[in-house]
């Protein structure tokens, strides 16, 4: 197999992962590793310190380098190494979502022009193997929906909050003690982590380019204890669900926000940090991928495997992989989330008075609503009662206008959550 | 693209469902199709019949043709055809577990030799992407285990047997009215299929060639409604699972059988004919893989997925790819069943005598045999009971010497089951 010379950009867990399994691949040398802090003291055994710098340039211009393994994260200054690497002729291994979601086509229609290739498996889901599957072995498929579970925080904090009754706020706080949140956690409990991960699953899967902006992103901040004991009542486990599907006239429905997902779905029962991705096709059928999402090692596991494809086909061709050409020039049409149709849970905190449910009954009706089930849930110190409508499925629009005149009787307190319902 | 043509052998469930899955993938033009009866009525619109053929060497021996569909099943004639094909020349993309596990390693001596391609992702579980991920983009792994349910016929009927409490006679006679078992069900229930595909999963995943003589298996004939519903209340449910491992001293463990899995397992929550791999690596960690591991369009999704990176991998290369060469030159040295260590759940049936538990114990004890839990489930008209005994971890010679020890005394009138744990 043809000895590829490397350089890694980055050298946080991802990069250290990736050094250390590359001892035991030696198809792969390294060549060059760019570390923010040359003097900082590494947890990694044997290290030759010549190998570092705290120039990426000194990587992406380096003539011996022939791939650049980005693993530091975020759009700058990695855009402009990246482009400069390929511009140099350089193939790329990298795991970097946000950059990929924001500015991957700018990315894949140079690397076209330049004749290089760019592998990213880690970039979605970790360990579990999603991208070069839907490239290769899938891709006689339509796909036409996928639903996920892409950021173990997240994941982490809700299984938390069903398993042990925890607020949000205590459940957060516990994954940043274990290390599974950071401390600024906007990224993963606001759905940034996961939108740009279904941007580039989605573009990949409906071949279509999917613009980050126009995903609808809701994060998991105001789900309180008291909708995850009534989601557990009413058979649901409340998960951060990325989805993406092709609707009928061609349109594209991509978004992130939280959701009550009945109990036997498979994606019910993806705890703790793990990830996990349904996917429907045509001939394939329904698959669930489910496996680590993040962390040194399955992370690893996708660059070097990515790194290790590319020694592979080098080996064979000096042409790049028609699977690895990104570049989709059709734009989707993505809707907006108020065109969007789901079943509703929605968590009403209301007078104790008889008149309330005829009223919910009303308002629903009206705005072309069909209930479910309606549940009240408790009556508070205040003589307020917690009541709780599952809704069939019906329009986001009609919904959120339901709400609104809900919020007109006085006997509507407050519309304490609206969340969707994924049977 | 390269456009390749193609000649399919056998025009069954699979080869028709490849051929309409076909006709929206233009990359791949099909020559000749080979039928056991030319005049019989096919459920399949504007076939030209000038395609069919009854003799499947025009295929193998029509120089037009690049790669050969062999969806037929079965070792003969399948295997003389396939050889005649890799001689003159033509790739192979296959769904035959059964000649895999059986000459497969000759059929890849022979395609090195010839410098042609064998793919076979649907080989093993149907639409799920499982052989080219191994071989590519998880290929920085060392795989230690797999455990996988890899048969959809005895899935669907335990499902059953645990979802209505039927006997395993009714259950089969179910499955066999709505198609999921054939009207001879050996190769499914007595366990052949799923060692055909642990066969061929293992030796990719292990790197080491695994005989299919070597390979335990044990059905599903004999699990009784009285099993299943030990294994509900214990918290199990009962699965047959295809298990792979390596063991610290490199030796393989393979084998099918049946085994109580624990409800929190993900493969306890694989129901129906859906079929699941559990694969677990270093770097990866554990990953499961779930979906439809049979019928026309799951099955298609791979023959034709593999027809497609082959097109797609002659256009930029004469070469085959590394990833596709599968002959293994190392020979797995498999472990006998006597020499695996499980936990075990033992059904006795004895005397209602308060001396039993304590004989039982005894027994276990003198064998090196630690009980975790023992309990009588019932007392029979005939005044014996029924107990069930689930071990902690121990080595199988030792509980086939514990059982033919307790058998031994009056007071065991018989042992009803042996099964293995999953926890």
């Known amino acids: 197999m043809k000895k590829l010379q490397a350089g890694i950009i980055g050298f946080g867990t991802?990069?250290?992962?990736?050094?250390?399994?590359?001892?035991?691949?030696?198809?792969?040398?390294?060549?060059?590793?760019?570390?923010?802090?040359?003097?900082?003291?590494?947890?990694?055994?044997?290290?030759?310190?010549?190998?570092?710098?705290d120039n990426a340039f000194d990587i992406v211009n380096n003539p011996d380098i022939d791939v650049v393994i980005e693993v530091a994260g975020g759009v700058n200054p990695a855009f402009e190494l990246l482009t400069t690497a390929i511009n140099n002729g350089k193939h790329i291994v990298t795991a970097n979502k946000e950059l990929l979601a924001k500015r991957g086509n700018e990315l894949f229609q140079l690397a076209k022009e330049k004749n290089v290739i760019i592998l990213y498996e880690a970039a979605v889901?970790?360990?579990?193997?999603?991208?070069?599957?839907?490239?290769?072995?899938?891709?006689?498929?339509?796909?036409?929906?996928?639903?996920?579970?892409?950021n173990g925080t997240t994941n982490y904090i809700l299984t938390k909050m069903h398993e042990q009754n925890l607020s949000y706020e205590t459940a957060l706080k516990q994954a940043q003690e274990l290390g599974y949140a950071e401390t600024d956690p906007t990224g993963d409990v606001e759905g940034f982590d996961a939108a740009y991960k279904i941007a580039v699953l989605s573009t990949i899967s409906f071949n279509k380019k999917?613009?980050?902006?126009?995903?609808?992103?809701?994060?998991?901040?105001?789900?309180?204890?008291?909708?995850?004991?009534?989601a557990e009542d009413l058979g649901y486990r409340i998960k951060l669900i990325a989805l993406?599907?092709?609707?009928?006239?061609?349109?594209?429905?991509?978004?992130?926000?939280?959701?009550?997902?009945?109990?036997?779905?498979?994606?019910?029962?993806?705890?703790?940090?793990?990830?996990?991705?349904?996917?429907?096709g045509y001939p394939v059928g329904e698959l669930v991928l489910t496996g680590p999402g993040a962390g040194a090692e399955p992370t690893a596991s996708s660059v070097v495997g990515d790194l290790l494809v590319l020694a592979s086909e080098l080996e064979t061709s000096d042409k790049p992989l028609p699977q690895s050409i990104?570049?989709?020039?059709?734009?989707a049409n993505q809707i907006d989330i108020g065109d969007t149709y789901n079943e509703y849970y929605i968590a009403i905190n209301a007078s104790n008075n008889p008149g309330v449910i005829g009223l919910i009954g009303t308002v629903c009706g009206n705005n072309n609503i069909n209930?479910?089930?309606?549940?009240?849930?408790?009556?508070?110190?205040?003589?307020?009662?917690?009541?709780?409508?599952?809704?069939?499925?019906?329009?986001?629009?009609d919904v959120q206008n339901a709400l609104k005149d809900l919020l007109k009787s006085e006997k509507i307190k407050n519309i304490d959550n609206l969340l969707r319902v994924m049977n």
Chains 1, 2 share one sequence.
């Open 14 to 53: 991802v990069g250290t992962g990736v050094y250390k399994v590359l001892q035991s691949h030696k198809e792969i040398e390294i060549k060059k590793i760019a570390v923010k802090n040359i003097n900082k003291k590494r947890n990694i055994e044997n290290i030759d310190t010549s190998l570092l710098t």
């Open 326 to 331: 990104c570049h989709h020039t059709e734009i």
């Open 125 to 150: 889901a970790g360990g579990i193997p999603i991208i070069m599957p839907i490239k290769t072995i899938l891709c006689a498929n339509k796909i036409s929906k996928i639903a996920a579970i892409l």
């Open 371 to 397: 209930i479910s089930t309606i549940m009240q849930k408790g009556i508070n110190e205040d003589n307020t009662a917690e009541i709780v409508v599952i809704t069939e499925l019906s329009k986001e629009s």
């Open 210 to 230: 999917v613009s980050i902006d126009k995903i609808y992103r809701e994060g998991i901040t105001k789900i309180t204890a008291h909708d995850i004991k009534a």
């Open 244 to 280: 993406g599907q092709v609707l009928d006239d061609g349109s594209i429905d991509v978004r992130v926000h939280p959701m009550l997902v009945a109990k036997k779905h498979l994606l019910a029962k993806v705890n703790n940090a793990t990830n996990s991705i349904m996917l429907k």
